[in-house]
Structures are given as structure tokens and as C-alpha cells.
């Protein structure tokens, strides 16, 4: 369960894999920037595939994460940025998946954007946005 507060207005339709807003308190902002489905070395893990990059891209974001102090629950935003949005669609069976395996049943803010091309010619999404971990937290080594 997250520390913060889902906000989901009844006056709006109903998210299905996002949470309208999200209401911090305190804590440290952390900012997320962009990453994708790339291995430790940079390159691209599954080139072509979608889901599995998708994963990747949320594992490299869950761990910046995990080294300032923050869990899963602390991400309160994300930007999705995807190269074929009619692509992601298709493949939301597999990406729900992908973010219980990351997620568990939480969900951040969230908002999906069409890009014409990522730095990576083989990336297929990248992910940035933000999280607020407790003051308290231990930040881990990679943390300066």
C-alpha cells in the first residue's frame, strides 16, 4: 500500500492501469529521467519486443528507485513514452503482467505519450517521472 493518497474522482471515468492523481506529504522529490528496456552495459535487451522492454524499462527505474531509499509505492508519477501507441494497446494483457510483477496492485499517475524516435534507434518505450520517499529512508551506495 502506498503512503500517499490515490485520488480518483468520482466525476471522472474510471482509470484502468493509472491512478488520476497522487497526494504527497513531506519527503524527498526524486526525479526520475528517462530509461529504457537497456542492460547494465547500455544496449537494448529485447529489441523489437514491447513487453519485454517495458519491463526492463520499469526494473531500470525501480532500481534508481530502490538506491535513493524509495519501494514501488513511493513513484507517484510516470510518463510513458512508446513509439507506436496502437502497439501498446494491443499488448496491455502482457504489460498488466509486467507491472503486477513490478507494481503489485498500485498505480502511480500516469500518462501515455507517442514519440517519432528515442536517442536508442531500438527502444520502443522509455519511462521517466518522479517519486517522494520518506525523509527517513536509507539512501543505498549508488546514492551521493
Not at 47 to 66: I, K
Request: glycine share 12%; net charge negative; charged share 15%.
Amino acid at each position: 500500500m502506498t503512503p500517499h493518497a490515490v485520488v480518483n474522482p468520482p466525476e471522472l471515468a474510471p482509470p484502468v492501469g493509472f491512478s488520476h492523481g497522487v497526494a504527497t506529504r513531506g519527503g524527498r522529490v526524486l526525479w526520475l529521467a528517462g530509461q529504457n528496456g537497456t542492460d547494465g552495459a547500455g544496449r537494448i535487451k529485447a529489441p523489437g519486443d514491447l513487453v519485454a522492454q517495458t519491463d526492463a524499462a520499469l526494473a531500470n527505474v525501480l532500481t534508481v528507485v530502490r538506491t535513493a531509499g524509495g519501494r514501488p509505492e513511493h513513484v507517484v508519477k510516470l510518463h510513458l513514452w512508446v513509439l507506436d501507441a496502437a502497439e501498446y494497446r494491443a499488448a496491455r494483457r502482457g504489460l498488466a503482467g509486467v507491472w503486477r510483477a513490478h507494481f503489485g496492485s498500485y498505480y502511480p499517475a500516469m500518462m501515455l505519450i507517442g514519440a517519432s524516435g528515442f536517442y536508442d534507434a531500438d527502444a520502443l518505450i522509455e519511462i521517466d517521472g518522479f517519486a517522494v520517499i520518506p525523509d527517513d529512508a536509507p539512501q543505498s551506495a549508488g546514492a551521493t
